[in-house]
């Protein structure tokens, strides 16, 4: 993204407008976690089920602190074997993340790899919502165009900004729990589980975001 676009991401964000950019893999919608009217502008433009937590993107790996009870080291060594990139780590929210974005009261954080979304929250400073951008039940998209025609009515109305170009498609982020036992693969994704089976013992089971 140029400059001057990622600084008009940036002033979306901070007027609390919801921003569609690619990520790792697909397109995702980007709001301010910390600020509940961005995130009803993100429920609006795609709803959630009671029990769908959304997954959330890094600035930084020190404002993971922020986001959850506690830090275990068991997912700081996860976090320096895999990060930044592909790899959500779910762990107990903090009471100050707003419930809508969590899941049996757990939050789902990533500080992601190279793409335009890491570019535009390391450019905002605090965390950004990463669910895909498509509305529900609907493929996941990977190009501007097909994110304008799936929400033609917010973007005309200036309540979604869509970053132009493509993201590269293939596997969502691997969905990791850290628990007491260890931990628990929710969904496999573009980090494996043989590569996570190489420094760690996991197991699997069904999805949780």
Same mark, same amino acid.
């Given at each position: 993204?140029?400059?001057?676009?990622?600084?008009?991401?940036?002033?979306?964000?901070?007027?609390?407008?919801? =921003?569609?950019?690619?990520?790792?893999?697909?397109?995702? +919608?980007? *709001?301010?976690?910390?600020?509940?009217?961005?995130?009803?502008? +993100?429920?609006?433009?795609?709803?959630?089920?009671?029990?769908?937590?959304?997954?959330?993107?890094?600035?930084?790996?020190?404002?993971?602190?922020?986001?959850? +009870?506690?830090?275990?080291?068991?997912?700081?060594?996860?976090?320096? *074997?895999?990060?930044?990139?592909?790899?959500?780590?779910?762990?107990?929210?903090?009471?100050? %993340?707003?419930?809508?974005?969590?899941? *049996?009261? &757990? %939050?789902?954080?990533?500080?992601?790899?190279?793409?335009?979304?890491?570019?535009?929250?390391?450019?905002?400073?605090?965390?950004?919502?990463? #669910?895909?951008?498509?509305?529900?039940?609907? #493929?996941?998209? #990977?190009?501007?165009?097909?994110?304008?025609?799936?929400?033609?009515?917010?973007?005309?109305?200036?309540?979604?900004? =869509?970053?132009?170009?493509?993201?590269?498609?293939?596997?969502?982020?691997?969905? %990791?729990?850290?628990?007491?036992?260890?931990?628990?693969?929710?969904?496999?994704?573009?980090? &494996?589980?043989?590569?996570?089976?190489?420094?760690? #013992?996991?197991? %699997?089971?069904?999805?949780?975001?």
């Amino acid at each position: 993204m140029r400059v001057e676009s990622l600084e008009k991401a940036v002033e979306a964000l901070q007027r609390g407008l919801v =921003v569609a950019a690619p990520t790792e893999s697909f397109f995702g +919608l980007l *709001a301010d976690v910390t600020s509940g009217a961005a995130l009803s502008a +993100l429920f609006t433009l795609k709803p959630r089920g009671p029990h769908q937590g959304v997954p959330i993107l890094l600035p930084n790996r020190a404002v993971w602190s922020s986001l959850i +009870l506690e830090l275990p080291d068991l997912a700081q060594e996860l976090a320096d *074997a895999f990060w930044p990139g592909p790899l959500t780590i779910v762990l107990p929210a903090s009471p100050q %993340v707003d419930r809508r974005l969590l899941n *049996a009261g &757990t %939050v789902a954080v990533r500080l992601p790899g190279p793409c335009l979304a890491a570019d535009v929250v390391r450019a905002f400073g605090r965390p950004l919502t990463a #669910t895909s951008a498509n509305p529900p039940g609907a #493929t996941p998209p #990977t190009r501007d165009t097909e994110v304008r025609a799936a929400f033609r009515v917010p973007v005309e109305q200036g309540r979604l900004l =869509v970053a132009e170009g493509a993201a590269p498609g293939g596997q969502p982020s691997t969905l %990791v729990a850290v628990e007491a036992a260890g931990l628990k693969v929710l969904r496999e994704g573009a980090v &494996t589980i043989e590569q996570l089976n190489q420094r760690f #013992t996991c197991c %699997v089971r069904a999805n949780g975001f």
